[in-house]
């Protein structure tokens, strides 16, 4: 394999999917132990209070934004394999905004969960995964965990990995090169989980 092709087999929907399922099961080590670290902050700035942030918080967040922008990019790309079969990842999925990427692939969401997606969306790009964002425009509140936010999570990771899941499979993947190693033929993949 060339790295063109080698690219685009590493680009494959299962290969998404599974980067989603490797990070939710590290969301799930850290969703168990939630209630075993906190931050007490004094005089924060934002609320001149003390205040307690469970803390795992920005892990949480970040990982259930990863977790779902792989699903997402994974059904972006299984809809359309021009958007990686140049050797390059396209501009229409090179995004972390989670809302851009369900309504580029035909999700309708409630208002809650498009106003969840924005603030993962935020973090995700923000301070989440460092003290700031890159300018002064960014979220600078720190995340505080919080289960209703978890529960819409959920709801979401559940309807993408399913579609991704199911469509991948009935449908298979042409990667639109002549490399039939880079195809998955319909019904020739299949994921099982275990309880």
Not at 7 to 18: A, D, V
Not at 142 to 147: L, Q, R, V
Not at 149 to 164: A, G, P, V
């Amino acid at each position: 394999m060339n790295k063109k092709e080698q690219f685009i087999y590493y680009s494959s929907p299962e290969r998404w999917l599974h980067s989603a399922l490797e990070l939710h099961g590290s969301l799930e080590e850290l969703y168990a132990l939630r209630n075993n670290l906190f931050y007490r902050k004094l005089n924060y700035y934002h609320d001149q209070r003390d205040i307690t942030i469970p803390g795992h918080s920005k892990a949480t967040y970040l990982l259930m934004s990863y977790i779902l922008e792989n699903l997402l990019k994974g059904i972006a790309i299984l809809n359309d394999p021009n958007l990686v079969n140049k050797g390059k990842i396209e501009k229409q999925i090179k995004t972390h905004d989670l809302n851009h990427l369900s309504k580029l692939n035909g999700f309708e969401l409630t208002e809650k969960s498009k106003i969840f997606q924005d603030t993962l969306s935020d973090l995700c790009v923000s301070n989440a995964r460092y003290p700031i964002g890159l300018n002064e425009h960014n979220k600078m509140k720190d995340p505080s965990f919080t289960e209703h936010d978890f529960e819409l999570f959920k709801t979401l990771f559940k309807m993408y990995k399913e579609y991704l899941v199911i469509e991948f499979s009935k449908n298979g993947w042409n990667s639109g090169l002549k490399n039939e190693l880079l195809n998955t033929k319909p019904n020739d993949w299949n994921y099982v989980e275990k309880n």
